[in-house]
């Protein structure tokens, strides 16, 4: 695949001239957090930032979304007819992602895009979107991405990896969608071998410079039911408050609930963030709830997370190791001490 120069002077006037082909998003101050929004202008990109407070997950799952609309009206023929609510599915550019943040992405694609099941609406979503990464130089101290799969230029998800290297950016391209992006305005030279250099010596250093680590080398072959029943849960679930902050920060979260809402005779059905965490999410209409104490949900977030997706998929953790969970938990319950619980557990 290409590799090419960008020099950042040039980097705007370039994104800029995409705007009539893609809408664009990207990091964004906002307050003191950035986060992934949409931009009119490339000056509004904070290209800067350590690792968003939100994950760019509600890019493609929405914390609400309009799935279908419909009339109660009973003089209309289409009455109690749900129709696809009107979406926006033309091309879009995502700049600034980080590594992470795309191979989250991938995991969550065995849950919404397989064989057996495709979630149109995030499918289309998908589809729609070219990411534009930009590799971590200096990763928080939370980070542990080299500990489950990923690594701060990994390339899993990503169209197209930019490489900061000072004044310009080597852009290495990954797919269609990346070479289709590139190929739309401004013309680029393919870099030359010192520039490619320079940047693996970046690359190898920003790998370096994760210290924090993971062990997950025994999570497939503990016995699930020993696991489920280990004395650590009691300990662990404890200072839980059940606040969900987890679970929305979450890049690899994906539950939700689907309602109703009607505004005299409109109804629109709605698919929003639910979260394992809240006692709501699994209560029955017979009053019965499997999950009713805390114990039961701080649990199931985690055995989710390192056991039954593990098992279930084979392809790993659903934990990308973005330190979101670790630095935001008010009561300071941390995920890679859960790693060693389960990893080390013994029956
Ligand atoms: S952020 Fe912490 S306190 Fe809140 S639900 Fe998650 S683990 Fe519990
Ligand atoms: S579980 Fe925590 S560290 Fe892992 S991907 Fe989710 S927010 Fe990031």
């Known amino acids: 695949m290409d590799e090419l120069r960008i020099a950042k002077e040039d980097f705007s006037e370039f994104l800029n001239g995409l705007k009539d082909c893609y809408r664009l998003y990207g990091p964004v101050q906002q307050g003191d957090m950035v986060n992934f929004l949409p931009i009119q202008d490339a000056a509004e990109l904070d290209l800067s930032f350590k690792n968003t407070v939100l994950s760019p997950k509600s890019l493609f799952l929405p914390q609400s979304e309009r799935l279908f609309e419909y009339s109660l009206a009973p003089d209309r023929d289409d009455a109690h007819i749900l129709k696809e609510a009107p979406r926006d599915d033309s091309p879009r550019a995502v700049i600034g992602i980080r590594p992470c943040d795309a191979r989250a992405l991938e995991l969550v694609d065995v849950n919404f895009d397989t064989d057996k099941l495709r979630d149109p609406w995030w499918v289309k979503a998908r589809e729609a979107t070219t990411l534009v990464g930009l590799g971590c130089t200096s990763p928080c101290s939370t980070c542990f991405c080299t500990s489950v799969g990923g690594g701060p230029f990994d390339e899993a998800g990503l169209d197209v990896l930019l490489t900061d290297v000072g004044e310009v950016f080597l852009a290495k391209v990954l797919t269609d969608k990346g070479e289709n992006l590139l190929k739309t305005g401004k013309a680029f030279e393919t870099a030359e071998k010192e520039l490619v250099d320079r940047a693996v010596t970046i690359q190898q250093e920003a790998a370096t410079k994760i210290v924090s680590r993971v062990d997950t080398s025994r999570l497939a072959e503990l016995d699930t039911l020993r696991l489920f029943e280990a004395d650590f849960w009691e300990r662990l679930h404890f200072s839980c408050i059940n606040c969900g902050v987890c679970t929305y920060l979450c890049p690899t979260c994906w539950c939700f609930d689907i309602q109703d809402e009607t505004h005299?005779?409109?109804?629109?059905?709605?698919?929003?963030?639910?979260?394992?965490?809240?006692?709501?999410?699994?209560?029955?209409?017979?009053?019965?709830?499997?999950?009713?104490?805390?114990?039961?949900?701080?649990?199931?977030?985690?055995?989710?997370?390192?056991?039954?997706?593990?098992?279930?998929?084979e392809n790993g953790v659903a934990c990308v190791g973005c330190g979101r969970c670790v630095q935001h938990c008010p009561v300071n319950i941390d995920i890679r001490q859960v790693f060693q619980l389960m990893n080390e557990y013994k029956s």
């Open 264 to 313: 005299g005779l409109a109804g629109v059905r709605i698919r929003n963030w639910d979260s394992c965490m809240f006692p709501l999410f699994t209560l029955h209409a017979s009053g019965h709830n499997p999950r009713g104490e805390k114990i039961q949900r701080v649990r199931q977030r985690f055995m989710h997370k390192l056991k039954y997706y593990v098992d279930k998929y």
